[in-house]
C-alpha cells in the first residue's frame, strides 16, 4: 500500500521559511516524478513545485520561482520542498504527489498517488 506523508508544516511569520518534508512507502520511489501542490480555502488545488524522478529537472509555478526550492533524496525515499521569503499568499495545506505518467508537471490530475497534506500558516 503506497502512502505519502508530509510533515514540517506550522505557522511562519511573513519573510519566514519553513521546510516540508514528504516520506513516500513506495518501493520504487526512484520511478516517480514528484510534485507538490497548494490548496487555501476556497481556492483550486495549485501547482507549486514538481521534480524528475531522477532529481535532474525541477519546475516551478511562477508564483514560488526563486523562493521554493524542491529537492529529493531517493535513497531515504523523500521529497522535500524549501520554502523562503514567504507571504501570507502562501498560507495553505501542501500536499505532495506521485506520477508516472507523462503529461503536464503542473496537471493534478497526472498525479496518481497523494498525501493528506501539512497546513502551512504565514502570518502578516
Known amino acids: 500500500q503506497v502512502q505519502l506523508v508530509e510533515t514540517g508544516g506550522g505557522l511562519v511569520q511573513a519573510g519566514g521559511s519553513l521546510r516540508l518534508s514528504c516520506a513516500a512507502s513506495?518501493?520504487?520511489?526512484?520511478?516517480?516524478?514528484m510534485g507538490w501542490f497548494r490548496q487555501a480555502p476556497g481556492k483550486e488545488r495549485e501547482f507549486v513545485a514538481a521534480i524528475t524522478w531522477s532529481g535532474g529537472t525541477s519546475y516551478y509555478a511562477d508564483s514560488v520561482k526563486g523562493r521554493f526550492t524542491i529537492s529529493r533524496d531517493n535513497a531515504k525515499n523523500t521529497v522535500y520542498l524549501q520554502m523562503n521569503s514567504l507571504t501570507p499568499a502562501d498560507t495553505a495545506a501542501y500536499s505532495c504527489?506521485?506520477?508516472?505518467?507523462?503529461?503536464?508537471?503542473?496537471?493534478?490530475?497526472?498525479?496518481?498517488?497523494w498525501g493528506p497534506g501539512t497546513q502551512v500558516t504565514v502570518s502578516s
Open positions: 504527489a506521485a506520477r508516472r505518467s507523462r503529461g503536464r508537471y503542473s496537471n493534478k490530475n497526472e498525479y496518481y498517488y
Open positions: 513506495i518501493r520504487t520511489f526512484s520511478y516517480y516524478d
